[in-house]
């Protein structure tokens, strides 16, 4: 195994702009999960009804969220193909719900369909978009995300979350996961698009072994100059490593979280946000100087 190291252990991140909020990376952010799909792998068909989604849009604002992340197409191994109406018509009702009750939150939007963002944005206005294809199943989306000038997470994958788990060979996982995003975020910057942030993919066409391989290698990403995104909460590189299930997992979530903050990680995307939002006061009480 290749170790892929940076000197830039003391690089300053720029904040970047969404609509009109500033979004800083002074100290790291946590980003509230709330799936709107009947099939996610943790809380799939929770949150599909206006009371529940409304519920679970506070509690993540009262744990002290900074970013609410909105997904209506599970990307867990095998999920089911939804086309873009679909998606739209489980999205748009949640979005109109939240912009209403808390018209400053930060939103994202986990869609890798141009055509939604286009819609997302045209009503609701600026948000993020976090593309879990990094561009790679819509032809269109970085020329969407130029044209918006909206923040963009792009998130590696090989494959769909139909095809990725028969896709996790690699010569060289850490070179050929800079390599996309150097190739990526170049093709952006030369759109016009600048604002960045990088989500190593975790779980997407990657083996239990190849998760923790790049977990211990985070630093490598600062190299990119982009903020990073690390999002590990539930997911089964835990609980297959340690037992049980995804309802059994925040302890070890937590740990991953701890040792992403070491690393270099800006965002934390969770499920759990009360425990994440202490592990980053934790993590950030152990900086002072």
Not at 246 to 268: E, F, P, Q, V, W
Request: contains cysteine.
């Amino acid at each position: 195994m290749q170790k892929y190291k940076t000197n830039s252990s003391n690089q300053k991140i720029a904040s970047i702009m969404c609509g009109k909020n500033s979004i800083s990376f002074d100290k790291p952010l946590v980003m509230g999960i709330l799936n709107l799909t009947p099939d996610s792998f943790f809380d799939g068909g929770q949150y599909i009804n206006t009371d529940s989604i409304l519920k679970r849009a506070k509690q993540i604002v009262s744990e002290g969220a900074d970013i609410i992340d909105l997904g209506a197409y599970s990307t867990r191994p095998g999920a089911e193909d939804i086309d873009v109406e679909e998606e739209w018509r489980r999205m748009q009702p949640a979005l109109a719900i939240i912009r209403k009750e808390f018209p400053d939150v930060i939103l994202s939007i986990d869609t890798f369909r141009s055509e939604l963002v286009k819609r997302v944005i045209g009503e609701f206005g600026a948000c993020i978009v976090n593309d879990i294809s990094g561009g790679t199943m819509d032809n269109q989306m970085f020329a969407t995300i130029a044209e918006l000038q909206v923040p963009y997470i792009m998130m590696h994958i090989k494959g769909t979350p139909q095809t990725m788990q028969s896709q996790t060979d690699y010569n060289d996982l850490m070179g050929e996961l800079l390599d996309f995003f150097k190739d990526r975020v170049r093709q952006l910057n030369d759109l016009g698009a600048q604002h960045v942030i990088i989500d190593p993919g975790f779980g997407f066409a990657k083996t239990l072994d190849q998760n923790y391989e790049i977990m211990g290698q985070l630093e490598a990403f600062k190299q990119l100059k982009c903020p990073l995104l690390i999002g590990i909460s539930r997911k089964s590189m835990i609980y297959r490593l340690l037992g049980g299930e995804a309802k059994d997992s925040l302890n070890g979530t937590t740990a991953l979280n701890m040792l992403a903050l070491t690393g270099g990680a800006h965002i934390l995307r969770v499920h759990d946000v009360k425990e994440a939002v202490e592990c980053v006061k934790i993590y950030n009480h152990s900086q002072i100087r």
